[in-house]
């Protein structure tokens, strides 16, 4: 299947040619003025098309990616508003996401839930998902290759929904987002930019439930995200 980011290539490189080829005076190509209109208005009509998660999802298919497809039960693709403001990214899949296809159910999610209930919002008014879409065996860290291998599926996520605000939950959600290696303690509290889209890194609700006294510095990240999208704390 052709894909719409190839396509975005094609036309931006027909429309550099064709403006060097008018500038430079040539001809046998129609370089006019009201032709090279016309490519801006394809390149502003093609800005408004993005990939949807539906697409995604049928790309991704029954993933045999990596070594995670051996010992997965489902993949945990992501849920909520496909234009949502606000978006979680985790880490991955744990046992009881891994048995319901869904993200964030088990104890870590009941506790995002709160967080989330807490902000005035529902789930349904966000998006959740994770870096890498299988659960590792024994909810181990995942490797390298394993975030490699998923995490453009996550990139392909957020550019579909395009939020105003990514909640980077945890060290390899905040550290793969923003291709870093500082620690989730060193890169907390404060805003950070990937494009036009600011994310918040914050400790995983996992780490809270093995270290709560933790809750008031992300109950203070919270804040910040409210304030953002306008909500009032």
């Known amino acids: 299947m052709f894909k719409v980011r190839e396509f975005d290539k094609l036309i931006d490189e027909l429309i550099d040619t064709l403006r060097w080829m008018g500038h430079c005076g040539l001809k046998g190509f129609d370089c006019s003025k009201n032709s090279l209109l016309t490519l801006d208005h394809w390149q502003k009509g093609r800005d408004q098309v993005r990939e949807t998660l539906p697409d995604i999802r049928a790309e991704l298919g029954d993933c045999q990616r990596c070594g995670l497809s051996r010992t997965r039960s489902r993949i945990v693709f992501g849920s ?93 959600a905040a550290q793969t987002l923003l291709k870093t290696d500082l620690p989730i303690g060193s890169l907390r509290g404060r805003f950070h930019a990937l494009g036009d889209i600011q994310v918040m890194p914050t400790y995983h609700p996992a780490y809270l439930l093995r270290n709560p006294q933790k809750k008031r510095e992300v109950w203070e990240d919270i804040q910040k995200i409210m304030q953002a999208l306008g909500i009032s704390v």
Request: with cysteine.
């Open 80 to 172: 909520g508003d496909p234009n949502a403001r606000l978006m979680f990214v985790g880490e991955g899949p744990g046992y009881e996401e891994d048995q319901s296809g869904q993200p964030f159910v088990g104890p870590a999610g009941q506790l995002l839930t709160r967080i989330i209930e807490a902000m005035k919002l529902s789930r349904d008014q966000v998006y959740i998902c994770n870096i890498i879409k299988c659960r590792p065996p024994q909810n181990r860290n995942p490797d390298p290759d394993e975030i490699e291998t998923c995490s453009p599926f996550v990139l392909r996520q957020i550019e579909a929904i395009h939020p105003q605000i990514i909640c980077a939950l945890g060290t390899f």
